[in-house]
């Protein structure tokens, strides 16, 4: 009897794993389309892999032709970048989705505005900015030095 029900344990879960991922052939020919580069690997996708890359898709699809141009430069910039620098953005981004909410709004509007401003004010202020952090490393290196050394 424990047999059986452990039998019926093991199917359900792997029936429900197999169901969880979706088939290629369940896509709509649109998402098929836009997915098309990763059908040979689409099985090899976990369920949460497979409703990112759908997501995606769908949001695509409803893109208008601007908006698609947009996006596709900016992939193309971020696939020209080095490997560091693409490590670095990454951190920058994990760090950015760690915070709260409000304090996520609060950086798209303050970066909104910077975007909406001229491109002489938008470089004065990265060179203020610049400026503030240079200050910043040397009243570190300051605060270092004029620290007395520890005896051993």
Known sequence: MKINQLFVLLLCLFSYASCA?????????????????VQSQ??????????????GADRW???????????SRKFEKWQSLPADKKS???????????????????????????????KDKQKALRDKFQRAQQQKK???????????????
């Open 21 to 37: 991922q979706s088939a290629w052939q369940n896509l709509s020919t649109e998402q098929q389309k836009v997915l098309k580069n």
């Open 42 to 55: 689409w099985g090899d996708f976990n369920s949460e892999q497979q409703q990112k890359l759908i997501k």
């Open 61 to 71: 699809l409803k893109m208008d032709d601007q908006q698609r141009g947009d996006i």
């Open 88 to 118: 670095q953005l990454n951190k920058q981004y994990k760090r950015f989705k760690s915070l709260p909410k409000s304090e996520q709004q609060s950086l798209r509007e303050t970066h909104k505005k910077f975007k909406s401003m001229s």
């Open 138 to 152: 040397q009243q570190k290196q300051k605060q270092k030095q004029k620290r007395p050394k520890r005896q051993r």
